[in-house]
């Protein structure tokens, strides 16, 4: 584990338990995750939230290489882990886009022309 000096008490129980789960052969349940982690140190009734949104930050915040799939979560460590996690990411990003047009009556294209427009207005902005 690297350094845990910025780190959460819960962040840095969950980075420990995943040292140990190094690998998608070695996932670790997330129902284990959470009860091994809310033992230690979550006192409130939404610990699988609370797991899921401080997985989430240690990813996109902390840069830490976590990846999930069906067997549950573990560090990633091979560049077969990777595109593992990143096809599995694309896979649900792809079923979210599918609900989200059918539920605004658009068809998948009309919908990702829409979120292209969307994010390069976005990076235009931000060159700004």
């Not at 549950?72 to 460590?77: P, T």
């Not at 560049?79 to 096809?87: I, L, N, P, Q």
């Not at 979210?96 to 990076?123: C, E, I, P």
Request: glycine content about 4%.
């Amino acid at each position: 584990m690297e350094n845990t000096e910025h780190l959460t008490e819960v962040e840095a129980a969950i980075l420990n338990i995943l040292s140990e789960h190094k690998g998608k052969d070695n996932a670790i349940p997330r129902v284990r995750l959470v009860a091994l982690v809310a033992d230690s140190c979550i006192d409130s009734d939404d610990k699988d939230r609370i797991i899921r949104k401080t997985l989430e930050h240690l990813t996109e915040r902390h840069f830490e290489w976590i990846g999930s799939g069906s067997t549950g979560y573990f560090m990633i460590e091979t560049e077969e882990d990777r595109k593992s996690v990143a096809d599995y990411y694309e896979s649900y990003a792809f079923s979210l886009l599918h609900r989200a047009a059918r539920v605004s009556r658009r068809s998948m294209l009309t919908l990702l022309g829409q979120m292209t427009l969307k994010l390069n207005q976005q990076a235009e902005g931000k060159r700004q």
